[in-house]
């Protein structure tokens, strides 16, 4: 299994700015993922992020708005730019255990923009 | 399109009844297919995977089915209790490591 840690729990943000979350994780990683979670809705994958590559993103989602950082294998930061309260959601960032084929998932961080 | 469905609605059963909760997918053609357990205000937590050439899956109280005929997927929790309540979300996955979720099912377990 793996531990996974994000930063901050949650934040409240003024429209136009930019937030950067962090995760954090207890062993080595090939591939993270980094979700949103939208209130009452289901996960949406944003990105997957591979370690000394650039992020793969999903339709509907673009670097300019969440530019992705993975600098090492236990490590990766999300950032929502040019913030909206249409952003205003929960972000997870998760990790596959390839051998068993699970995914293990950050707390999450609480985003609201004002 | 492609689309994940689950129980339209919130799901609410007495408790020692078995829950059965069904996901359908069109146009997809998942390698796997997972189930998770999610709690208001936390990540969602794995439960069960079953393969696309297996047909049934069980872990204690927990069984999965896998009909790529019909493209469902059929969650079962036996003997329910209280402790069961929480939104469960399936997850397909394809060959290339992605994981697409479900829109999920409230399950509330009455005692």
């Known amino acids: 299994s793996a531990v996974i840690s994000q930063k901050p729990s949650r934040d409240i943000c003024q429209r136009g700015t930019s937030l950067t979350i962090q995760c954090q994780v207890d062993?080595?990683?090939?591939?993270m993922f980094w979700y949103r979670q939208q209130p009452g809705q289901s996960l949406t994958l944003i990105a997957t992020a591979n370690q000394g590559s650039e992020a793969t993103y999903e339709s509907g989602f673009v670097i300019d708005k969440f530019p992705i950082s993975r600098p090492n294998l236990t490590f990766s930061t999300l950032t929502v730019s040019n913030m909206s309260p249409e952003d205003s959601s929960i972000y997870l960032c998760?990790?596959?255990?390839?051998?068993?084929?699970?995914?293990?998932f950050g707390p999450g961080t609480r985003l609201t923009v004002l | 399109s492609q689309k994940i469905e689950q129980n339209s609605e919130a799901l609410n059963i007495q408790e020692g009844k078995t829950a059965t909760l069904t996901c359908n997918y069109t146009?997809?053609?998942?390698?796997?297919l997972q189930w998770y357990r999610q709690d208001p205000g936390r990540g969602p937590v794995f439960l069960l995977l079953i393969r696309e050439n297996e047909k049934e899956k069980r872990k204690e109280r927990l069984k999965v089915t896998f009909d790529t005929t019909l493209k469902q997927s059929l969650f079962h929790i036996t003997a329910s209790q209280p402790a069961d309540s929480a939104t469960y979300l399936c997850a397909l996955t394809n060959t290339g490591n992605q994981f697409y979720f479900g829109t999920g099912t409230s399950l509330t377990v009455i005692p």
């Open positions: 998760s990790v596959e255990d390839i051998f068993y084929n699970e995914q293990f």
């Open positions: 062993s080595q990683v090939t591939m």
């Open positions: 146009n997809y053609s998942p390698a796997y």
